[in-house]
Structure formats: structure tokens, C-alpha cells
């Protein structure tokens, strides 16, 4: 007798043909309702069977995990009037129900605030940097559970670019500022390499050919080779031969 295993229940032979002419009907009943398939608890079953496993994504640590959520949003944070508030209000207020962006905003300031040279410097390149830094930080967090989102990347590739094109001319105009400004920020800056050549499928096949033809005469060349290089030999121990040969100058007194 077969037994046939449906959503951890064994049935035996006519109980598991019962379920799969019950089957049956629910999608003949389906096709003439045009709606009950989707309401069927069989069909449902069979769906949850059939969905792929996915692995949920290792969370990374946020740059925005030092923000305090009883700190208060920045348009309420100099009121006056804000420490005689109640404290429902006040938790209204605060970062625990703030958003995504207005987190941002706060760091980006917090970040600002650590290399800008005066209180009303907003535009100086260090403060790019850090303006810059905090954009770049959010886009990798967001691409990291959302690996294909293009427009965002794009837009961090961008924000990548334009700091180091800042730190570039940091570091050739003001090398104090551009070292505190990387230690403050925790940027590792690296190098610019010399020569960059956008690797294509013409260029990978060219450079295979050159190869395989410069393999093909230092194959052609390594007889002529040899033979020079025992021409060489001979000349050497001929030369060496004669001196041993030949008498001394003068001789002892």
C-alpha cells in the first residue's frame, strides 16, 4: 500500500486519491468561478511548498546607531519653550519618531561640525567632505539589503567621486587639513592609479593574441639564443686560455 505524505500527514492508498480528486475539483471549481483558485487551502499549501528559501542579509552596523533617540529634531532643538513640553510631546519631537532623512540631516551636521573651521563655515571643502562622507555611508547601508537598486548606486558612485576629486585638492593645497579631515572623518584615502583603461571584450581578446604571438617567437629566437651564448662561452675560456698561456711581464730581481 503507498502512502502519500501531504503537509506532514501520512494517507494511505483511497484517502490519497480522495485528496487528489478533492484537488481536482477545487481547480475545475476555480476555472468556472474565475476567483475561488486563489482562496483554495490546498492550492495555498502547494504554494507554500513550492517557494524558494531566501536567507535573510546579515544587518551591518548604521553610522546613524550613535544618534541618542531622546535627542530632539533640529527644528525643535533651540525653542525655548521646548523643556516645559510634556513628555509625549517631547517623544513626538525626538529621533525616536524621526525619519530616515531627518537622521541624515542631523549627522551630517554632527559631521560638519567636527572639521568646519567657524561656526558659520558651510562651504569650505572639508565640510563638503563631511557632507559627502554622511551621503555615501546611507547609500552603502541602503544598497547592502537592496543590492538592485541602479539609481542609488549610481548616486553613490557619483558622491564616491566628487570627494575624492575634493580630497584630491585638499591634499595638494593644505596637506594639514586634508590629514586631520581624513583622521576625524575615518576616511582611508587611496591613491589614484596612473593609468586607467576601461577593460573590454576587444581589448582581453587583443591582449591574449600578443601573448600567445610573443610566446611564439621567444620560441622561434631560443636556438639563436643558445648558440650566441655558447659563441659567447668559447670566447671566454679562449680569452681566459690565452692569458694563462702567455709569460708574465719582467721578473724578480
Known amino acids: 500500500m503507498s502512502l502519500v505524505l501531504f503537509r506532514g500527514v501520512s494517507v494511505a492508498g483511497g484517502a490519497a486519491l480522495r485528496g487528489w480528486s478533492c484537488l481536482g475539483s477545487h481547480v475545475a471549481a476555480a476555472a468556472a468561478g474565475r476567483g475561488s483558485l486563489h482562496k483554495s487551502p490546498l492550492l495555498q499549501t502547494a ?13 551591518i552596523p548604521s553610522h546613524l546607531d550613535d544618534l541618542p533617540p531622546t535627542m530632539l529634531k533640529k527644528p525643535y532643538a533651540n525653542i525655548p519653550v521646548i523643556d516645559k513640553v510634556d513628555d509625549v510631546v517631547r517623544r513626538l519631537l525626538s529621533l525616536e519618531m524621526a525619519s530616515q532623512k531627518e537622521k541624515v540631516k542631523i549627522k551630517k551636521q554632527q559631521l560638519a561640525d567636527q572639521v568646519r573651521k567657524s561656526p558659520t563655515d558651510t562651504s569650505s571643502l572639508e565640510v563638503q567632505v ?10 552603502q547601508e541602503h544598497l547592502h539589503m537592496h543590492t538592485k537598486d541602479t539609481v542609488n548606486r549610481r548616486q553613490m558612485l557619483i558622491a564616491i567621486d566628487r570627494r575624492k576629486m575634493l580630497l584630491k585638492y ?7 587639513v586634508f590629514e586631520k579631515t581624513c583622521k576625524v572623518l575615518d576616511i582611508k584615502y587611496e591613491f589614484p592609479p596612473l593609468y586607467c583603461r576601461r577593460v573590454t ?24 639564443r643558445l648558440k650566441q651564448r655558447q659563441e659567447w662561452l668559447e670566447r671566454t675560456r679562449a680569452r681566459e686560455a690565452e692569458k694563462q698561456a702567455s709569460p708574465t711581464e719582467g721578473s724578480p730581481v
Open 170 to 176: 585638499l591634499r595638494n593645497t593644505k596637506y594639514d
Open 47 to 59: 504554494r507554500d511548498y513550492a517557494r524558494p528559501v531566501r536567507r535573510k542579509k546579515q544587518e
Open 201 to 224: 571584450q576587444r581589448w582581453i581578446a587583443k591582449k591574449a593574441l600578443c601573448n600567445k604571438v610573443y610566446q611564439e617567437v621567444q620560441k622561434l629566437k631560443a636556438p639563436q
Open 130 to 139: 563631511a557632507f559627502l562622507t554622511a551621503k555615501i555611508r546611507t547609500l
